[in-house]
Structures are given as structure tokens and as C-alpha cells.
């Protein structure tokens, strides 16, 4: 099974680009659909974005489209989150996210994904 470990969160401030790191282990890593999800305290985790097995197929929530890209590189087993222009709100911590379900679909629900990163923070000044 993939385990994952997630890494380049940090304290920056608004407008600032930051890029996340997710590597997988396991040599099946490249068969597994990914995604980001993020949370803040008192709140439920919520979808960010995902990534098919392939990298041919990306899908992100309204909040990060155009400021964030999602992407992979199977060879590495590592999956990042490219983000620009942050906002205040986009203050988190940051999980990856691995599943094996049919990977014909692209899934925004965390019940849908079983394998989850440690997480990183995310801190965003304004």
C-alpha cells in the first residue's frame, strides 16, 4: 500500500507562491488517482484538487481555479500543488490524498480516498 508524505508548507505572505510535495512510496504509486485537500480548525477538510493515475485528467474547487495546478510525476512518485497568488484564506493544513477506486472517476469526497499524508501547514499573511 502507498504511503504518503507531504512537505514545503510554510509561513508566507498574501500574493506569495508556495509549492507542495507529496511523495508516495510504493511501486504501485502510479496506479493511484490524488488529491489535496486542506482544512482549518473547527472546520470539516475540504477538496482542493485531483489528479488521475495518468496526470491527463485535473479537476479543482471554484476557490483555487486559475491560482493553483495540480500535477504529477509518476517516475518520482510525487505529486505537487503549485500555488500563486495566495490568499489569506488559503490558510490550512494541507493533506494528499491517495485512492485506488475506479480510477475512471475523479473523486472530491474524503470518504473516497483511503490513504491519507500527515499534512502540512500553510500560513498565509495579509
Known amino acids: 500500500q502507498v504511503q504518503l508524505v507531504e512537505s514545503g508548507g510554510g509561513l508566507v505572505q498574501a500574493g506569495d507562491s508556495l509549492r507542495l510535495s507529496c511523495a508516495g512510496s510504493g511501486r504501485t504509486f502510479s496506479s493511484y488517482n490524488m488529491a489535496w485537500f486542506r482544512q482549518v480548525p473547527g472546520k470539516e477538510r475540504e477538496f482542493v484538487a485531483a489528479?488521475?493515475?495518468?496526470?491527463?485528467?485535473?479537476y479543482y474547487t471554484d476557490s483555487v481555479k486559475g491560482r493553483f495546478t495540480i500535477s504529477r510525476d509518476n517516475a518520482e512518485n510525487t505529486v505537487y500543488l503549485q500555488m500563486d497568488s495566495l490568499k489569506p484564506e488559503d490558510t490550512a493544513v494541507y493533506y494528499c490524498a491517495a485512492t485506488n477506486y475506479d480510477t475512471r472517476y475523479i473523486y472530491t469526497s474524503t470518504a473516497d480516498y483511503p490513504i491519507w499524508g500527515q499534512g502540512t501547514q500553510v500560513t498565509v499573511s495579509s
Open positions: 489528479i488521475s493515475w495518468s496526470g491527463s485528467s485535473t
